[in-house]
């Protein structure tokens, strides 16, 4: 059974970095794309970008480009987001999600993990 | 990349039928077929319930379907029942290795 894990709640000041967790579990962690998606209190779903889990190159939207890094570890199946330069505008649960594919071609997203809030506080 | 557009709210009575739009461009909805549907309990993990426009995952019950017309995907759920209560976000392949989200409409079941 697949299994997307996240680390815990984090609290941080503005202009401070973090860097949020998935470990993964229940299938070939370099076969499939892990997305990160993020949600304001109160607000929609917001795509943040995605890593090639076998190649390790990642796509981001340009609204986070310089500010985001995402890696993964496939010795541990696990990946990873930071995110610098925090805002109080940062303030969201963060989902990393397993990608969704149809034969060789990603279609979508599939297994979320349970979310990790990240408050930006002074 | 700009949100899809979703009406904001929708409602329907138990065992009634709704329709719930989600509008783009023809450079995410209108040039792919990689949309998707999420179904959003409050408190909870988005769950989907429906993916390349029309497919459903196994498990979701098929009083949920999809369908696109141009730029413009749609959900309809048949026979509404209470649990269907929550918010719905659709999902779009953007071109480019990008992916949007709408802006969510929460459905009421009234």
């Known amino acids: 059974q697949v299994h997307l894990v996240q680390s815990g709640a984090e609290v941080k000041k503005p202009g401070a970095s973090v860097k949020v967790s998935c470990k993964t579990s229940g299938y070939t962690f370099t076969l499939y794309a892990l997305h990160w998606v993020r949600q304001a209190p109160g607000q929609r779903l917001e795509w943040v970008g995605w890593?090639?889990?076998?190649?390790?190159?990642?796509v981001s939207t340009q609204k986070f480009h310089d500010r985001i890094t995402i890696t993964s570890d496939t010795s541990t199946s696990t990946a990873y987001m930071e995110l610098s330069s925090l805002k109080s505008e940062d303030t969201a649960v963060y989902y990393c999600?397993?990608?969704?594919?149809?034969?060789?071609?990603?279609?979508?997203?599939?297994?979320w993990g349970q979310g990790t809030l990240v408050t930006v506080s002074s | 990349q700009s949100a899809l557009t979703q009406p904001p709210s929708a409602s329907g009575s138990p065992g009634q039928s709704v329709t719930i739009s989600c509008t783009g461009t023809r450079s995410d909805v209108g040039g792919y077929n990689y949309v998707s549907w999420f179904q959003q309990h409050p408190g909870k993990v988005p769950k989907l319930i429906i993916f390349?426009?029309?497919e459903r995952p196994s498990g979701v019950p098929d009083r949920f379907s999809g369908s696109k017309s141009g730029n413009t995907a749609s959900l309809t759920v048949s026979g509404l029942q209470p649990e269907d209560e929550a918010d719905y976000y659709c999902n779009s392949y953007a071109g480019g290795n990008k992916w949007v989200f709408g802006g969510g409409t929460k459905l009421t079941v009234v």
């Open positions: 890593i090639n889990t076998g190649r390790g190159n990642t």
């Open positions: 999600v397993r990608a969704k594919y149809t034969g060789y071609d990603m279609v979508g997203f599939d297994d």
């Open positions: 390349q426009v029309t």
